[in-house]
Structures are given as structure tokens and as C-alpha cells.
């Protein structure tokens, strides 16, 4: 594509002279000049294509990446899950089995009250009403002499 083909060369005298009327080595001039523009506009437009492809291509590896990423979050997630399901039903079971005690008990209890038995019923602390309160009475935090624990934290 460096030459135009033979047949499309103008062969008239005119075109191949100097001295004639000029308008052949003009009309040659622009087709040589736009047959090289059409080539640059064409490279230009390959270089254009063969970026996108490239980008296309990078944005397809990120992405299969990314799947990949989500998949093994996904994979944790459901384990996670799993874990905590099994707990789930753990604690749905000991709170069936712990309501079915509390009901026998209450059977009884009132069974009691209504044989006229005294029955006293000590408050049970629960430390889940008063969160702010903790369970168990606040103890001093005391030091030691140097000697007998004080280097345990040093290093």
C-alpha cells in the first residue's frame, strides 16, 4: 500500500509533464496527500482499538479478581453462618428445655400456695436487668512489693 496501483496512475501527457497545464501534479498532489492522511487516521484508529482492547482486558482481570475475592468472603460468611445457626438452635433448645423446668416449677409452687404451705422465695439477682451493676462486689486492685510480682511485666 506504499504505491497506487498501476491502473489508477493517470498515464496522460499532461499529468507526467512539467509544462502543461499544472492541474495533473495538483490533483496527484491531493490524492497523495489524502491517501496518507487516510493511513495516519487508519493507525491513529488501530492504536484507539488496541488500547480499548487492552483496558477491556485489565478491566477483565480486575474483575475476575474481584469475583473471586467475593466469592471466598461469601464462602466465610456462610461458614460463619453455619456457626452461628448451630448456636442458634442450641440456645432455641435449652431455652424450650429451660421454660418447660420454669412451668414445672411454677406447678409446683403454686400447688404450695394453695396447700396453705409458707413459701418464701428469695429474690435471685440478674445481672441482665441491671447491666450497669455488676454481679459481683468491687474489689480493690492492690499493689505488690517490686520484689514479688512487681518484674513480672518487665521484659
Excluded at 490533483?27 to 484508529?45: F, G, I, Q
Excluded at 461469601?74 to 442458634?88: M, P, Q, R, S, T
Excluded at 440456645?91 to 429451660?98: I, P, W
Excluded at 486492685?141 to 514479688?148: E, Q, R
Aim: aromatic share 6%.
Amino acid at each position: 500500500m506504499s504505491s497506487p496501483s498501476p491502473s489508477r496512475r493517470s498515464s496522460s501527457p499532461e499529468s507526467n509533464t512539467d509544462g502543461g497545464s499544472g492541474g495533473g501534479y495538483a490533483e496527484n498532489e491531493r490524492k497523495r496527500k489524502r491517501m496518507l492522511s487516510n493511513r495516519e487516521s487508519a493507525r491513529r484508529s488501530r492504536a484507539r482499538k488496541q488500547q480499548r482492547l487492552e483496558e477491556l482486558i485489565a478491566e477483565a482481570a480486575r474483575l475476575q479478581a474481584e469475583n473471586a475475592r467475593v466469592e471466598a468472603q461469601i464462602g466465610a460468611y456462610a461458614l460463619e453462618f453455619g456457626k452461628v445457626d448451630g448456636e442458634n438452635a442450641v440456645l432455641r433448645a435449652r431455652h424450650g428445655e429451660l421454660s418447660g423446668r420454669l412451668q414445672a416449677l411454677s406447678g409446683v409452687l403454686e400447688i404450695f400456695q394453695v396447700a396453705g404451705a409458707p413459701v418464701d422465695i428469695p429474690e435471685i439477682p440478674d445481672p441482665l436487668l441491671r447491666p450497669w451493676q455488676p454481679p459481683f462486689a468491687a474489689q480493690p486492685i492492690t499493689a505488690t512489693p517490686t520484689g514479688a510480682m512487681g518484674d513480672a511485666f518487665q521484659f
